[in-house]
């Protein structure tokens, strides 16, 4: 290496002391090791600039101790005194003592004193003004400073401080360390023009930068641990004042060094004292401090103190020696290990604010554009020529990244671990530009997981014990070695630099940025680095800091990174320049000779169509004797299992936002479904989603296109993202308005095209830019509630961002590869992994290439023309190969195929070749992928005037893709096309890129970015040479190989078919066969034909469902020979093989046989690198690349994506890393990933490109239509009527118009005892003389129990009652939930009434809300509960019903059907629950405006007697309490409104017979409100007279048009009852029943005498709530509380026996008892309806086996008439007094008839057999007696059989 000083040191020689120095300071534990340079030089020089990062980390005062090596000791402020101010920046005494405060004052300096500049760590942003005796300051020279202190405080006044460290308490510096005049005292202060006391210079404190000491040839500073950085400047030359005393004080002050090793700093930045660890032995750091000769100074003694680097032996003066002048600087890359440097003379050139020059036609000389990194401090501005350097800043961004720590650090307080030094990140940065290859690219996330990495080894410990408990941060332990130094930097640096040759060159010996540039750039003119591809500046500024920056002067890497820092507008605008302006018209003349002596011109003059070698006679389509290709066959869509799987998915987040509590999306109160599907400004996009749309029927479906014949109507509903997308976004915006009850669905495909914010987009004056955020992200849009918008894409990174609109549980992922199986796919997918992975099989030729002769010219032609853009050199290229391929496969020039590449040749020769093995012509396309139209356009001139030239028009078509227009073919390709289609309409053109399939074509595919368009099975090659590979995002990356993305088909494996070595997703699809005993067959002549197995005889391939059409190939069919068609063919490894005799039938045709290969790949050589490069997680580099141009990272210390992450966690991880910028559309939303910043409303579908995302969303349409529908629908019970008599036919008691009922006809109509609702299919029937029973009745067989009662689904009218999941505007008052506002307040009130039945006082509780309160009447407001109020039965109002409505529940809180808002019209109404007490408070969370009657906690495990049993109880008291409340305001007590309601929860609609007046006949019926039957009902004139009224239970089958029918019946009523309170006060329900309770109170009610009427005219519709209910039984043992099964014999038992006692109700279990096993019980009354049994005073299910006969022992009962009638058994339930012996004997029995007398205890029971007498008629056995099969606690109930005698 060269030194441009006197001295001179040999390379050699250099390198070999500075290898044994650093292995000296390696192995050395305490001694310095011998200064390097004190070796090298013959005689000293003078060094420049400061070698310490910062002025803080050196002192010259002693600190703490004499040893170097030991830690500073803390220093302890004392407690200020009480009442003292400590306020920064006051004093003691409260007084303002900062610069901008007393910038104006008047301050009182004493003679000989100065003011200063004191600087506090705590206020870094102010400068504290002091009052110092001069004499302790040091002079302009930095000299004659005495030591000690003395100052005054300029604020309170006070004198005399005769300490520094008592002085800086007064001022509140607030110090850890010991102070220090030195270290605090910083600048003058002096009075500008204005008077203003401002900052002057700095005061040149020599000890700054080190003390002089005497040494034999070297004068050592030492290095302590000081306060943090500042960002104050140091005292330079320009700021002391001019003169050779200031300069050789600068010189002094910035050149000294220390000789010790420094204290321990981890990673070179200071950490306080306390934390400091102690140096181990045997480590030491990477080296010494640079050692600088200095010359002789004014004072050659010891200090005035002694110093730790001091020696009394060192004695003796050093010359100085003047510096060389900056041009005198060796320029040559040997000279980088040089100690030379930049005299102070020339760094007068660049004074502050200096400015370097660039010189004069830079790129003309360099034949490069040099890019420079911002690194490290200030870069100087540029001037001059600068059009031609440029400046980038990702270095300096990954620097400031480095710095900051993981947020995981931060929040735990994890301050003992520091960040990278400055030092250490440049000596990295270094070592990653060495290891680059000469046509590598630096990369900042290699740099940036570098540092990480390097940060994680040096703190690997401390983290590992972070993660083990991370509830407290661990203690610093001692480091491996110490950390690096700014004087250790430069000979590192150089280090790392030897061994690469010049690629890299690093400059250290310039004293600024501005100086080192200038002599890069001068470098640069003469030809230096011509072999340099990076140049490394390194210095020390003024501010003591080491600065960096680097200059790339490589002509590869300048170019990309040139190009890659233009946005692509500009970049367009210079490609349009370079065309239109002539600049290639150099490059185009390179390219003027073909061969040694022609020019290619005139060789294609000379190639006409008769030189050219003549096509196949078998190609021509017209041939008279060649057949058709029988391998065609275009069929539509058809959807895949996935493909529906993922609209489930989409479907079920849908209501998964409905189903949430915050009620963004009522999904209930929409009855359509209407959408707008977005795509991007391209053509063939948007007719591709259109004729996808028409095909998918989804409008048909949805009723938004009655006419399906034209796929025109469905042009209305897709749009393009342009100007005229704004007309189409308001009409749907406007129309949501309109239709409140309309869902609309905006489809946002391809999402990721556009996602500039709309302000980036006005800013740039681009009207298309940001029109998505404009269109999408209005307010209109986001606070419509009817408006859902789905963005779809395949890259939905740049969507995933911390300010993303998108919550992460709206994201649905379309299902890997792996868990196709799931859905019982046929179809693998094949795109960018499976090419990777083609990459890696070593077998078989890689479907993903590049080529490497195209690569080997484009480098060279972009040396030779650097202004031209690389595209255009790449295209032309690109061309030119073209060119010669055609020549020499269709020419005949064989000799041109030297002048091609291989795989141009290849490409070609297929392209070619293969139209002519398929009788219609059917072949391949070649896609040419050329990003910028003016290009595109100049290729697809090129192309079709070779060809034309060539005589090959009929042969290929060449097709312009340019989105901004449609496709144009020629029309003998048109008319191909028409008949391969048979389409008829003469004016029809393609207008997808899917309807040229089988076209053979070149397909030069432009645009910046692929606009979603879908490419045709056909697709053989996928050239993309042309690609930048500069805008390095990994959206850029993937959607350029997402276009050759592939759908194969997988082949089925069987014992007759050996598998495939690899599964297709994984393998070529080109690779030979392994196996022995398949088939070969003849191979296409063709160059580079890759061989591979056939994949094509599948029967139904299938394309892209994103794809227009599949083609399935059915030759087997056609021929005749099935068995032909599924055996396996492949390619011989050999181009010559032939077919073997007896070889199955093949495919002649090209095209079908490559049908189901995925396309091959041709990437530039720098892109196939990146991409094919794996990083340390074993996932692609370009994972780990910036997801969008619009997003940044949020932190360089990042992890790398895992192999193992899923879609999910890619989108959380993207999540919490990624931040997007300024021009990014989620900018605005700066809620930082709080859930409040997400669009409730807004889901994410993101899947691979070509996998068939249009097809599931347009599915997700359909079966979102369905389910809106089907949520407008409710099974409702339709059952057809039992037991159907005639009785219902007569219209003898009414009129059929009647519309009430006469009180005495309905006292004239018999009772039908027998019961026609087909829930009650299972009981006993009901004995009547008068019914015309069936004796054949058929009970339900057992086959049948289990089975779904017969449903219909029917369309809820406006009038239905509706569960808690329905939430429309109208009624969320009604419901008394509102998500803005807090629950509704209720009131607690207890009612007690007592009752005989009972024995005891009854307290029940109603819940009342506080809008309720007017329905019931208190002693006082808010006093005690008194009655529930009632209407008189004159009033009428409209819109009020007078009976209060009661709806038992139980189970039911979700589903029960407890919103009459629509059913009542609006009417004002009286609606109370009556629920359990345990179910209370989740009753009240979801009805909480409900008034809710909680039944006693007794009742817990009752049935639904109980509950009817205390309404009606209840009710009659409530009414004796109205009648005495009303007799007081002078009304009569039978004035009193009596009625009530009892309705099922499960009531839904009500429905009314429209009779024709005139003929009686029923016509329809129809949906009318509760309101309206209710109010029909209270009006009828006689209504107070009847006991019990009701309606007809709906079915289909119950209206017959034409039909007459009385109006009214009388027989049994269900579910929906009016109950007259008053007439039935002495008949009860049986508060005891679990089922038929409603049967045994209809039939007691007829005995007791009152009138029960059905209105048949109405009818009510019950649904289907499989969930809870009355019914819903549970039958389970003591010892465990899962269900098990008991079979019914076992629910009885006899008394005191061991049997397995059940956890249920003892009432249940007879019931449930008595229905099963009646038939054994009652023998002869088995299936015989003419001897029934006699059941007296109740109603119980025997079973359908079994017919009872109901009599009623009480006075004036009415049974009917059973004189006739024998027996055949007695059932005794409970007897009252009013069975009495002679009651009993009245009836007749046969002989062995079966007495049950069932008694609630054993007492009770054996009483009823002696007062009844039983034993004179009856035989009893003790074997006779049982008893529930309870425990003695659980009160079993006890029961009797005997015989008749």
Known sequence: MGNSYAGQLRTTRFEEVLHNSIEASLRS??????????????????????????????????????????????????????????????????????????????????????????????????????????????????????????????????????????????????????????????????????????????????????????????????????????????????????????????????????????????????????????????????????????????????????????????????????????????????????????????????????????????????????????????????????????????????????????????????????????????????????????????????????????????????????????????????????????????????????????????????????????????????????????????????????????????????RALAESMICPNDCMREIEQELSTGMTAELEASFSSAGPDEDLEAVLEKASPETTSPPAQGCRLEHAGEPVCAEYRVAWHEIRPIQLAVARKLLSHVCAIADSSTHNLDLGSFDKVEFLICVPPSEVTFQQVVRHLWSSGVLQELGLNQDGSSAKGAEQYVVKLDQTAVAKINDLIQKSKLNPYTLFILVHDHAHWDISSEEHGRLMGDPSSGLVDSLLNCRQIQEAANILILHVTSLPFALQTQNTRISPYNEIHWPFNNDVDLYHEKTKYFGVSELLESTRSGNCLPLLRFDSSFESMVAALEERFPKLHSAVIRTQVLLRHYCMALLATAGGQAQLQKHTSVETLEMVQCLLGVTGSCGERHGHMLLLRIPFPPLAARAHRRLSRVRDLLGLHDRFEVVLGDPASGIIVGEHFLNQLKIWLKIQDPDWTPSTYLELEALPCILIFTGMDPMGESLPRSLKYCDQRVLSCCALQRTALEQELGLAAYLVWAEPRNEHRPPPSSDLSESDPDKPSSTDNEEEEPVLDVNSALPGTDHSQNPQADSSPHKQHKVTLHQAAVRGDTTQAHSRSSKSTSPGSSSTPGSPLRYSCSWARDLNRPPVVLLPKALYDLITTADSSGLPKSTSFLPHASVEWDSSFRPLLSKMMTCTEQSLYYRQWTKPTAQHMDSSNRAEGRHDSFHPRRLLLSGPPQVGKTGAYLQFLGILSRMLIRLMEVDIYDEEDINCGSELEAGHYHQPAASWPDADAVRGMPFHFTIHDPKYEDISAIYSPDSALNAERNPRRQEDVYLRRRTARIKLSKYAAYNTYHHCEQCHQYMGFNPRYQLCESTLHAFTFSHLLLGEEIQLYFIIPKSKEHHFSFSQPGGQLESMRLPLTSDWNPDCIKSPIFTPTTGRHEHGLFNLFHAMDGASHLHILVVKEYEMAVYKKYWPNHIMLVLPTIFNGAGIGAAHFLIKELSYHNLELERSRRVEHGSRPQDVWPFIILADDSCVMWN??????????????????????????????????????????????????????????????????????????????????????????????????????????????????????????????????????????????????????????????????????????????????????????????????????????????????????????????????????????????????????????????????????LEDRWRFRLSDEFQTANAKEDQPLFFLTGKHI
């Open 29 to 558: 534990s305490s001694v310095v090791p011998r200064p390097v340079f004190s070796q090298l030089y013959l005689e000293p020089e003078q060094r420049h600039g400061p070698q310490n990062g910062h002025v803080e980390n050196e002192e010259d005062d002693d600190e703490d101790g004499s040893e170097s090596n030991s830690p500073p000791i803390p220093y302890q402020m004392k407690p200020p005194p009480e009442g003292s101010c400590t306020t920064d920046g006051f004093c003691r005494a409260g007084k303002d003592l900062r610069l901008a405060s007393m910038s104006a004052e008047c301050v009182d300096v004493p003679t000989g004193f100065l003011l200063v500049g004191a600087k506090s760590p705590s206020i870094p942003d102010h400068i504290l003004v002091c009052a110092v005796d001069q004499r302790f300051l040091p002079d302009e020279r930095g000299r004659n400073a005495l030591l000690g202190f003395s100052g005054n405080c300029v604020g309170c006044g006070e004198k005399g401080f005769r300490y520094f460290t008592e002085f800086s308490n007064h001022i509140n510096l607030n110090l850890t360390t010991q102070p220090k005049k030195q270290k605090h005292l910083k600048y003058h202060l002096l009075r500008s023009a204005q008077g203003l006391l401002v900052k002057g210079p700095p005061i040149c404190w020599k000890g700054i930068n080190g003390r002089v000491r005497q040494t034999s040839t070297v004068a050592s500073a030492e290095e302590t641990p000081a306060a943090p950085r500042t960002n104050d400047p140091l005292a330079s030359s320009a700021s002391a004042g001019p003169g050779p005393n200031s300069a050789s004080c600068t010189d002094l002050n910035g050149h000294l060094q220390a000789s010790e090793p420094s204290l321990p700093m981890t990673n070179g930045s200071h950490i306080s004292a306390s934390q400091q660890p102690l140096p181990q032995a045997g480590l030491a750091a990477y080296g010494p401090g640079r050692l600088t000769v200095i010359g002789s100074i004014a004072n050659t003694g010891p200090p005035k103190k002694r110093h730790k680097g001091w020696s009394p032996e060192s004695s003796g003066p050093s010359e100085v020696q003047r510096p060389a002048p900056s041009s005198t600087v060796s320029a040559t890359k040997s000279d980088s290990g040089t100690s030379g440097f930049v005299g102070q003379g020339s760094s007068a050139l660049f004074p502050p604010g200096e400015c370097v020059t660039v010189p004069d036609n830079l790129l003309q000389i360099c034949g490069l554009q040099p890019v420079i990194f911002k690194g490290h401090g200030a870069l100087p501005r540029l001037c001059g020529n600068t059009g031609e350097v440029l400046v980038n800043t990702r270095l300096q961004v990954c620097y400031r990244g480095s710095h900051t720590l993981p947020r995981i650090y931060e929040q735990h307080r994890a301050s003992s671990i520091q960040p990278l030094s400055t030092e250490m990140q440049v000596l990295l940065t270094i070592y990653y530009l060495v290891q680059l290859a000469p046509d590598q690219v630096p990369l900042m996330e290699d740099l940036e997981q570098i540092l990480m990495r390097s940060w994680r080894e040096s703190h690997l410990t401390e983290i590992r014990q972070y993660q083990q408990n991370h509830t407290q941060f661990p203690t610093p332990i001692l480091g491996l070695a110490q950390p690096l130094t700014s004087s250790q930097l430069p000979w590192l640096a150089k280090l790392a630099t030897s061994s690469c040759g010049e690629s890299v060159l690093v400059l250290d010996t310039a004293p600024s940025l501005a100086e080192a540039l200038d002599d890069t750039f001068q470098r640069l003119l003469e030809g230096r680095l011509s072999q340099t591809h990076y140049v490394v500046i390194i210095c020390m500024g003024r501010s003591q800091e080491t600065e960096s920056c680097v200059v790339v002067t490589g002509k590869h890497q300048t």
């Open 1552 to 1813: 009314a017979v429209e009779i024709d007046p005139k003929s009686g006949t029923m016509e329809s019926e129809r949906n009318v409100s509760l309101k309206q039957v209710l109010q029909h009902m209270e009006s009828c004139p006689d209504i107070t007279q009847y006991g019990l009224c009701g309606v007809r239970k709906w079915s289909s089958q119950g209206l017959r048009p034409g039909q007459r029918r009385e109006p009214f019946s009388r027989g049994h009523l269900h579910d929906f009852l009016l109950l007259n309170v008053d007439l039935t006060q002495d008949v009860q329900y049986n508060q005891n029943r679990f089922t038929c309770d409603d049967v045994d109170f209809n039939l007691r009610v007829h005995s007791a005498g009152l009138l029960i009427c059905r209105f048949n005219n109405f009818s009510v519709m019950k649904k289907q709530i499989a969930i809870g209910g009355y019914r819903t039984f549970i039958i389970k043992t003591k010892m465990t509380d899962v269900p098990t099964t008991v079979q019914p014999s076992q629910y009885v038992c006899a008394p005191d026996s061991k049997h397995l006692f059940l956890a249920t109700p003892a009432q249940l279990l007879l019931e449930k008892y008595l229905q099963h096993t009646s038939q054994r019980l009652f023998p002869l009354s088995a299936d015989n309806c003419d001897h029934p049994v006699l059941s007296v005073d109740c109603y119980l299910n025997l079973g359908p086996e079994v017919t009872v006969c109901f009599v009623s022992s009480r006075p004036h009962s009415i049974n009917i008439s059973t004189a006739a009638v024998l027996f055949s058994g007695l059932l005794l339930y409970f007897c009252d007094s009013f069975v009495t012996p002679g009651f009993l004997k009245k009836f007749q029995f046969l002989k062995g008839a079966t007495l049950c007398v069932i008694c609630p205890n054993r007492s009770a029971l054996r009483q009823t057999v002696v007062r009844l007498e």
